[in-house]
Nanobody, 124 residues
Framework: QLQMVESGGGLVQPGGSLRLSCTNS????????IGWFHRAPGKERDTISC????????YYADSVKGRFTITRDKVNGTVYLQMNNLKPEDTGVYYC?????????????????WGKGILVTVSA
């Protein structure tokens, strides 16, 4: 398993932006799908976005399409989630995870390695 580390969370007003980062030195040398997942208060953890480092293929949940963008820095291996036009319902804990397969990320099933999560609060 990989050691995943998230950063960049915090408090933001509705309509604001945040950028989350997910780091792990393995990204530079290995081929994984990296995903971001969201657990809203009292709800299940859902897939937000996925990035396949083999072909740059991406996936977005309908709830974030047009607002969130997932990218990867090929030099340092960091995967970013740029979150714009944030809404109160985006509040929750965001997790970064990795798996050799893209489908595991899309289906939120069996991801191999997880970070501890980082809190994002969208509130006026």
């Amino acid at each position: 398993q990989l050691q995943m580390v998230e950063s960049g969370g915090g408090l933001v007003q509705p309509g604001g932006s945040l950028r989350l980062s997910c780091t792990n030195s393995e990204f530079t040398y290995s081929q994984y799908t990296i995903g971001w997942f969201h657990r809203a208060p009292g709800k299940e953890r859902d897939t937000i976005s996925c990035f396949d480092t083999r072909d740059d293929r991406t996936y977005y949940a309908d709830s974030v399409k047009g607002r969130f963008t997932i990218t990867r820095d090929k030099v340092n291996g960091t995967v970013y989630l740029q979150m714009n036009n944030l809404k109160p319902e985006d509040t929750g804990v965001y997790y970064c995870a990795a798996d050799p397969t893209f489908v595991a990320c899309r289906k939120n099933y069996g991801m191999d390695s997880w970070g501890k999560g980082i809190l994002v609060t969208v509130s006026a």
